[in-house]
């Protein structure tokens, strides 16, 4: 079984907009996999079902033998520690200092109290220093995360997910919010830890080219659709078509 079974997934908003459209793919350890579409097309809907936060009109979601969506709150609580999740606009604590920040990846793993007080032990700091470290962020361990950079903000999120220790990272628009260039060292960036450990990551993105220099697979998504699911070498200009133009192929 692969780590990530996603069967059969529908999801219909309240609203009755149906943003999934029986949705399926697997997806194994290490892999790199880029999710790409035009605006709308689901991608994002797609990430919030893996994480838990949406409840799927139908299918199932399993990763690593566990059906995310047959889970009660407690266990997808318990579940979500091992889903590292990095946002578009980054989520830090703006008034903490950036180690802290990426420490804050394991309070998932603490009880209330430990993490009010902000206990952690030796080796939980020493991942963290780590993490900063191969983000070359060491030396801005100590500055407040108001006070950084765009890009340090992403990669200071990047690192409290790899302190989680994740099974699964999904990255919704991890550098929508960055100009070009650093576009291309934040990812870079997140494709290096993530391979260095192993880790299966979702990247949801709406530059090809990004997907396909970091991406080992792609992913086009359609009108809650999968119109495209391959190798970067395999994205000809038909299926360009097919993934941004759905609407006037339908037609
Ligand atoms: P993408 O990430 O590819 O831009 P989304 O997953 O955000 O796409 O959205 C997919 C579709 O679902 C869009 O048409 C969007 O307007 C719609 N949608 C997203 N969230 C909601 C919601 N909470 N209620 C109703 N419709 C939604």
């Known amino acids: ?5 996603v069967r059969d997934l529908r ?5 009755g907009h149906e943003a999934l459209k029986r949705v399926s793919f697997s997806a194994e350890e290490g892999e790199i996999v880029a999710i790409i579409g035009r605006s709308g097309a689901g991608k994002s809907t797609l990430l919030r079902c893996i ?3 949406e409840k799927v009109t139908e299918g199932s979601i399993i990763l690593d033998g566990k059906d995310i969506t047959k889970m009660s709150q407690r ?10 999740f990095v946002w578009q606009e980054y989520n830090l604590v703006d008034r903490l200092p950036a180690l802290t920040n990426v420490l804050t990846g394991r309070l998932g793993y603490k009880s209330t109290l430990a993490g009010a007080l902000g206990i952690f032990d030796r080796r939980e700091r020493e991942l963290a220093v780590h993490n900063l470290e191969r983000l070359n962020l060491l030396h801005r361990a ?10 340090e903000k992403q990669r200071v999120s990047i690192a409290r997910a790899m302190t989680q ?3 699964i990272l ?3 628009e991890p550098v929508a ?20 450990d192993g880790v299966l990551t979702l990247i949801n993105i709406h530059q090809v080219e990004l997907a396909r220099q970091f991406a080992d697979r792609i992913i086009g998504l359609a009108q809650g659709v999968i119109v495209f699911d391959g190798k970067p070498e395999q994205m000809t200009e038909a299926v360009m078509d097919r993934v941004y133009r759905f609407d006037k192929v339908q037609a």
Do not use: F, W
């Open 51 to 53: 994480n838990g936060l």
């Open 165 to 167: 220790q994740p099974k």
């Open 142 to 151: 100590t500055q407040r995360a108001d006070k950084l950079s765009g890009g």
């Open 1 to 5: 079984m692969s780590l990530l079974e």
């Open 177 to 196: 919010s960055l100009d070009p260039e650093l576009s291309v060292q934040v990812l870079s960036d997140l494709a290096r830890v993530a391979r260095e």
């Open 11 to 15: 999801l219909v908003y309240p609203n």
């Open 75 to 84: 266990e997808l609580a318990a579940e979500r520690r091992r889903i590292g």
């Open 170 to 172: 999904l990255a919704d």
